[in-house]
């Protein structure tokens, strides 16, 4: 099976940088996404690392570590509407043709403080 | 971006009645699709897998006679959740599978629905 871990909650100010980390154990890994939740909104997708390696996508980059089992989201420029939940999520293959199974971590609670 | 719609986004029913979400993929056509259940402050738990025309992969652990799922064309999948009882409150989301001839297929999220059962 697939087991994710990253941290419950962060807690960072307004225009700082901050890394959520996510450590993973998977069978069949195809890679790594991220993705962003509001309270009572649905997932929102961030990003996704399918290779060893930084992913850069405007104030948000992520991270890859095959060999270690290990990604970050890293957050710039923090701004009070980023306070929402983010999950790591892992792609593991699937019987389906061409299809995969998303696990997600349990998700990391961040709040922005002015 | 490709659009997931569902329907309806919130509900509340009497214990013991059935409901039944719908999942639409509106500018695509989704040969897979996937419904996950979340429950408060949790993580979204893959309860099963879609296929069009076949049936559905239940994840361990979930009722395939109590959470039933039918994929009848490439645009919708339905839940439907039957004799429902008030510990099957929660947040249902479900998504659509985009596989793009390029080789590129990513998942795409409804924005939900919210179950409670009285």
């Known amino acids: 099976g697939q087991s994710l871990e990253q941290p419950s909650e962060v807690t960072a100010v307004e225009g700082a940088i901050v890394q959520i980390n996510c450590t993973y154990q998977?069978?069949?890994?195809?890679?790594l996404s991220w993705y962003q939740q509001h309270d009572g909104g649905a997932p929102t997708f961030l990003s996704y690392?399918?290779?060893?390696g930084l992913e850069e996508t405007g104030r948000f980059s992520s991270f890859l570590s095959r060999s270690d089992s290990y990604g970050y989201l890293l957050l710039q420029e923090l701004q009070m509407k980023d306070s929402a939940s983010y999950f790591c999520?892992?792609?593991?293959?699937?019987?389906?043709?061409?299809?995969?199974?998303?696990?997600f971590g349990k998700g990391t609670k961040l709040s922005v403080i002015p | 971006g490709a659009v997931v719609s569902q329907h309806p986004s919130w509900v509340i029913c009497k214990s013991g009645t059935s409901v039944k979400i719908e999942c639409r993929s509106l500018?695509?056509?989704?040969?897979?699709m996937f419904w996950y259940r979340q429950f408060p402050k949790q993580s979204l738990m893959l309860m099963a897998t879609?296929?069009?025309?076949?049936?559905?992969?239940?994840e361990q652990g979930v009722e395939k006679d109590k959470f039933l799922i039918n994929h009848a064309s490439l645009t919708l999948s339905t839940l439907t959740v039957t004799s429902a009882h008030p510990e099957d409150s929660s947040f249902y989301i479900c998504?659509?599978?985009?596989?793009?001839?390029?080789?590129?297929?990513?998942?795409?999220f409804g924005p939900g629905t919210r179950l409670t059962v009285l």
């Open positions: 999520a892992v792609r593991a293959s699937y019987s389906g043709a061409g299809s995969y199974q998303l696990t």
């Open positions: 998977t069978s069949g890994f195809y890679g």
């Open positions: 690392n399918g290779l060893d």
């Open positions: 500018d695509f056509q989704a040969t897979t």
């Open positions: 879609s296929n069009e025309g076949s049936k559905a992969t239940y």
């Open positions: 998504s659509g599978l985009l596989m793009a001839s390029s080789g590129y297929n990513e998942q795409f």
